[in-house]
């Protein structure tokens, strides 16, 4: 059974989207992953197809209504249906690599991307759904955000990344940054490349390589960087 993408959306022509070339896509014409969008417009039931209304108890913006959204779940996912429901919002937890993992091997994911203010809060909670944000920046929608979830989760399906080097380099350097990379001209402008990578010592570059990425993450993820001191120190022995 492939892995399976339903995306609710008002835009489903921004799906499969930039998600049909390259790696994402060629997995997708091999049939290793499935990307279905589904129209959230055509669940409204009154003659304009209206999908949002004005906020209770006032303020800018609209809100999607709940029965219109749940009316589309609905349809996504059959009964017994297994895959996680995902609300793209930036008021979700922080998407991690940790939090794609998980998605990657399960069956799939069903992804409601929400335009205007935000859906209302009373089907976020009778679906159970996972609010998940992209970063602390706002999106005009939860496409963007859906389309970036998908990408990092069909890079790690089983047959996409072929014999992953990447695989086995992310898992060796989890929770830092990676090192600088460089390839030829050894030298370019006036710029040469870091002598130990030149110099055929595995060991030396690895701590090299160790070094670079330690102090890149102290310097541009303290959040990171603590969080692996944290873990460090609380790690059985
Ligand atoms: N929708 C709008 N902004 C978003 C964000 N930062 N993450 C996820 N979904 C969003």
């Given at each position: 059974m492939s892995w399976h993408a339903t995306i609710l959306t008002?835009?489903?022509?921004?799906?499969?989207?930039?998600?049909?070339?390259?790696l994402a896509g060629r997995a997708l014409r091999e049939g290793i992953w499935r990307c279905e969008a589904l129209d959230i417009?055509?669940?409204?039931?009154?003659r304009h197809r209206t999908v949002d209304d004005t906020p209770f108890g006032g303020g800018a913006g609209m809100v999607m209504r709940p029965d219109v959204a749940d009316a589309a779940i609905s349809a996504a996912m059959p009964?017994?249906?297994a895959r996680p429901l995902v609300y793209l919002t930036p008021r979700g937890r922080l998407l991690d690599q940790a939090m794609v993992r998980d998605f990657a091997a399960g069956p799939g994911v069903v992804l409601f991307c929400g335009r205007?203010?935000?859906?209302?809060?009373r089907v976020i909670e009778a679906r159970g759904m996972r609010e998940v944000s992209l970063g602390d920046y706002v999106l005009s929608g939860g496409e963007v955000a859906a389309l970036a979830l998908l990408d990092a989760c069909v890079r790690l399906l089983?047959?996409?990344?072929?014999?992953?080097e990447s695989a086995v380099e992310e898992s060796h350097s989890a929770g830092l940054l990676e090192y600088p990379h460089y390839t030829r001209p050894a030298e370019w402008q006036g710029r040469a490349v870091p002598p130990v990578l030149l110099s055929g010592h595995h060991a030396e570059v690895a701590r090299w390589r160790r070094t670079q990425s330690e102090a890149a993450t102290r310097e541009r993820r303290p959040d990171l960087w603590n969080r692996m001191q944290v873990a460090g120190a609380q790690a059985p022995a």
């Open positions: 008002l835009f489903p022509e921004m799906f499969p989207g930039p998600l049909g070339v390259s417009r055509s669940f409204a039931t009154d009964d017994g249906d205007y203010e935000g859906l209302d809060q089983p047959g996409v990344m072929g014999a992953s």
